[in-house]
């Protein structure tokens, strides 16, 4: 889809930041776009009932409400609605879940509206990099975060030791084992 097709598009953008609304409403009209912007899921539902959109940008995390339960809810006023979910607290769970209940895309802010474009349109490339991902263990997380605090605490083991809340022999005995492999 170019730009020009998406001129007659009617776009519905919920995000409850007021600021984040308003720029990426105003870049996203400068696109062409027919923005309706919305701060949370019953003012969107109502103006998309109005007015039915044909895409959809959500808001993960909405004041007191989850995004998520909007997607099923604008699916049923348009089947052919395109969403694209965005948050800033992106996982693999919330982003199957969206995906499940109906987005063609996850995005993780920041994002530019050249993105969000490219997401609607069907253009985004995703990162297959996320197929070959395996969680760290807990053991090398525990590891990870030690050594991350130690680090934070210029090596000073019983300073480390409290911002860790443990006992100071314990630590010791945990920075004495050679690291968990990856």
């Known amino acids: 889809m170019t730009e020009q097709n998406m001129t007659e598009n009617r ?3 919920v995000d409850d930041d007021p600021v984040f609304l308003h720029v990426l ?17 019953s ?17 993960l995390k ?28 992106s996982s693999i769970a919330t982003a199957v ?18 993105d969000v474009v490219k997401a609607l349109s069907g253009e985004w490339q995703r990162d297959d990099s996320l197929e070959d991902y395996s969680p760290m263990s807990v053991e090398r997380m525990e590891w990870e ?5 130690l680090k934070e605490n ?5 300073a480390t030791a409290r911002s860790l809340g443990m006992y100071r022999r314990t630590l010791q005995r945990k920075l004495a084992k050679k690291p968990v492999a990856e």
């Open 11 to 13: 776009l519905l953008m």
């Open 25 to 41: 409403s105003k870049a996203m009209s400068k696109r062409g776009f027919d923005v309706m912007a919305s701060a949370g899921i």
């Open 43 to 59: 003012d969107a539902l109502t103006r998309a009932r109005k007015t039915i959109p044909d895409m959809a940008v959500v808001d």
């Open 62 to 89: 909405l004041e007191g409400e989850s995004g998520l339960d909007l997607i099923p809810l604008l699916i049923e006023i348009n089947p052919e609605m395109k969403i694209v979910v965005l948050t800033g607290y």
């Open 97 to 114: 879940t969206a995906i499940k209940r109906g987005a063609a895309e996850y995005l993780s802010k920041p994002v530019t509206a050249g």
């Open 145 to 149: 975060h030690i050594q991350k605090v």
């Open 154 to 158: 210029d090596g000073n083991v019983s």
